[in-house]
């Protein structure tokens, strides 16, 4: 299994300064990761640092709380992929999810799919806030309103990525959707468990550890 293919390798926290940023990006170059995750400060710098490369650049939309408004989310998600992301990766609107409005979920994730011209979307349901029904339920929306993937978590919230989370994703959203894990991961174990049932990305900072079989104490 070629781990790198599946790590979205991730800088997403507030400090992260332009050297910091520059160092994921040459660590993706070098180990041939599926993408760079950064904050959409950052766009458009990545995007001419991997111009050559076949690393693609992934930023957060509406991140890390979920609670902006559709425009809003759409309006971020545009000025990103005009500043060249490839993929985008949106917070639901996680109150709506706890009332049960599962329509305004749905209308939520639409507004940004509705934007995203061929880019890959995917959809933050933030696991470790929602039951199991509600885990289903917004995966359920996400596949509804067009996302690319559904993904379990920012890393910034009460938890991560589980095991039991990943099956249910992938049971949930059927077999040509994407599931990505992130949030927790620290080895290449605990990567291979989540792959095992369902993953098809994995949100990590832990990449280097993770490729070189180390294990690492990286929250995201």
């Not at 199991?132 to 690319?148: N, P, T, Y």
């Not at 559904?150 to 059927?174: H, I, Q």
């Amino acid at each position: 299994m070629k781990l790198n293919t599946y790590i979205d390798h991730t800088i997403l926290k507030a400090d992260a300064n332009q050297a910091k940023v520059q160092q994921i990006i040459d660590e993706a170059k070098k180990y041939d990761f599926a993408s760079v995750c950064i904050n959409p400060t950052w766009v458009a710098f990545a995007t001419d640092a991997l111009k050559d490369s076949k690393t693609n650049v992934c930023t957060v939309i509406g991140f890390p709380l979920g609670a902006n408004t559709s425009a809003v989310k759409a309006f971020e998600a545009e000025d990103a992929i005009k500043n060249g992301a490839d993929e985008i990766d949106m917070v639901i609107n996680i109150g709506a999810a706890k009332d049960g409005n599962w329509e305004l979920v749905e209308s939520d994730i639409a507004a940004v799919n509705a934007v995203k011209a061929g880019h890959v979307l995917k959809v933050i349901i933030e696991t470790s806030l929602l039951t199991d029904e509600e885990k289903v339920q917004a995966s359920l929306a996400a596949k509804r309103a067009g996302a690319d993937f559904v993904k379990t978590s920012t890393g910034f919230s009460t938890g991560g990525a589980t095991v039991a989370d990943v099956k249910l994703m992938r049971e949930t959203v059927g077999p040509d959707m994407g599931v990505k894990a992130s949030g927790g991961i620290h080895s290449a174990e605990e990567a291979e468990a989540v792959i095992a049932v369902g993953a098809t990305r994995l949100g990590v900072s832990a990449s280097i550890a993770i490729i070189e079989g180390e294990v690492s104490n990286e929250s995201y």
